[in-house]
């Protein structure tokens, strides 16, 4: 699976707006300068992410933006579904709308079965769990594996 620079920048912008103590709106010059991520690039992920209603922008000179709902309720999924479309794609499609002749049929169930894992991981981690660096068992007892972190 490839992360998408907008996906790593979404959550990373998230994660930044979450953390934040006072939940006073963060200008979008701020969460760039903070996590790195060029301004133009970040204005269309966070307008991408207001479409999806996981952040909302308010003007004025104490404006900003800000999660327009609680950070638990915000998945991982919910963000990479806003900014690139569904977890799994083949061809531009959702897994379940490719054909195949009967001989390749077989897979449209890898595919499925791949959205489905990633589905394990990405709907169980919350905004509010990645902010607070308090991780899902499920997410962590994966990671303990030493040959996760492996390169194959």
Excluded: C
């Excluded at 209603?53 to 800000?66: A, K, L, M, N, T």
């Excluded at 991981?121 to 040959?147: H, N, W, Y």
């Amino acid at each position: 699976m490839r992360v998408s620079a907008k996906s790593d920048y979404a959550l990373r912008a998230l994660i930044e707006i979450a953390s934040r103590d006072d939940a006073r709106p963060v200008s979008a010059e701020e969460l760039g300068r903070l996590q790195e991520i060029p301004h133009g690039f970040l204005q269309a992920i966070l307008a991408d992410m207001r479409r999806a209603d996981i952040v909302v922008s308010q003007r004025g000179q104490s404006g900003g933006w800000r999660l327009a709902r609680d950070a638990s309720t915000v998945t991982i999924a919910d963000v990479i579904r806003a900014v690139d479309g569904p977890l799994v794609s083949v061809y531009g499609l959702r897994p379940e709308a490719v054909t195949y002749n009967d001989k390749a049929d077989v897979l449209q169930h890898v595919w499925i079965a791949a959205r489905s894992s990633l589905r394990d991981v990405f709907e169980k981690v919350t905004i509010a769990s990645l902010a607070g660096r308090d991780l899902p068992e499920e997410v962590t007892s994966r990671t303990a594996d030493e040959d996760a972190w492996q390169p194959h």
